[in-house]
């Protein structure tokens, strides 16, 4: 759980990083940026409040060895020494220009925050901030004069809208820090942010472990299963109702535990125990059969598991409970049709 309400906003480093491919430039600042106490505040929602809920990634390299990773190495000059800000927020400037590669990669303003006392699992720690802002948008100033008004209008950074940062927290060094991501640009070609420049994995906790295991889980039924078992759709519906159940109903996971009591049936839970290995190897998954079950990733994950049974255009069937309340059938004329079973209605 994360706690921003008491944090300080040390000290911050701001630069333009344009596309090197496009021949945009860079441009380093010479200082740190000069603020108040007014313009911290705005700047600390600006850049703590899409991290209300982080999900912990850690740094990796190409070869495995996070300590080769660049901002592993720019974050623990500044944890060792927060004076360093200045020039090691221009390496970080310097290093985002050489891989800002792709001609769709858009020029913005980057910059670079050093914060304390935030509370993360309760206790304080210092974070060092990495945002960029890549779209401007444009404001009404609305200027009173002696009997009359003016309009003008500027453009400039919404605060509630930030494009990409992330949040380095110096906890986790030996492991290659604990680091949360933003990146509202849902593109192929914005995978740059978190895959080239930052270089992230997915942290092997709680919450990971949580929403990996529903992933695979909702997978192996929606695709898998169909192709091995002659099964409807309402079979499926039930499947997932069941993985979600048994997440909500229990505080710890075991997966003999799971499989036994969501598959039941020994050829299935021997076909999900294939399926999951492959899918652990396929996607280099680090993955516990026995961990703790996060909430937060439960609510997360629950929102996919869909309980809508569609049937053409016609109607929407939501089963939430008990799979022998209906029944599939094809009548006489080759209709086919549900049979379903309730004592109330409401």
């Known amino acids: 759980m994360m706690d921003y309400t008491e944090s300080l906003l040390e000290r911050v480093s ?13 441009v380093l600042s010479k200082s740190l940026l000069d603020t108040d106490k007014t ?27 996070f300590t080769l990773n660049p901002l592993y190495i720019y974050a623990s000059r500044i944890f060792e020494d927060a004076g360093v800000l200045q020039d090691t927020g221009a390496d970080i400037a310097r290093h985002l220009y050489e891989i800002s590669v792709h001609p769709q990669i858009k020029p913005g303003d980057l910059f670079i925050a050093h914060f304390s006392n935030i509370v993360m699992e309760g206790r304080a720690v210092e974070a060092l901030g990495i945002f960029k802002s890549e779209n401007k948008q444009s404001f009404l100033k609305l200027n009173a004069g002696t009997g009359s008004f003016d309009l003008d209008y500027e453009d400039g950074i919404n605060i509630d809208k930030l494009d990409k940062g992330c949040l380095i927290f110096n906890a986790g060094q030996e492991t290659g820090f604990k680091v949360c991501v933003i990146d509202k640009a849902n593109k192929s070609e914005a995978q740059y942010w978190k895959d080239s420049f930052l270089q992230l994995k997915p942290c092997a906790d709680d919450y990971h472990h949580t929403k990996d295991f529903l992933d695979i889980a909702k997978e192996f039924v929606t695709k898998q299963f169909a192709e091995e078992f002659e099964v409807t759709r309402a079979d499926q519906i039930d499947l997932l109702n069941r993985s979600v159940n048994y997440f909500k109903n229990n505080e710890t996971f075991d997966k003999e535990e799971f499989v036994t009591e969501v598959f039941q049936d020994e050829k299935v839970i021997e076909a999900f125990n294939n399926y999951d290995e492959s899918y652990r190897e396929e996607h280099q998954i680090e993955l516990s059969d026995h961990f703790d079950i996060s909430a ?44 379903i079973y309730f004592e109330e209605e409401s």
């Open 39 to 65: 313009l911290d505040a705005l700047l600390s929602r600006f850049f703590l409040t899409p991290f209300a809920n982080p999900e912990f990634h850690s740094f990796t390299f190409s070869n495995g060895d």
């Open 14 to 26: 701001v630069h333009h990083v344009g596309n090197k491919t496009n021949e945009e430039e860079l």
């Open 296 to 339: 937060q990733a439960l609510k997360k994950q629950a929102r996919v598991f869909k309980s809508v049974l569609k049937l053409d255009k016609n109607f929407h069937i939501y089963i939430h409970g008990d799979r022998e309340l209906i029944e599939q059938g094809v009548d006489q004329d080759g209709r086919k049709y549900y049979k």
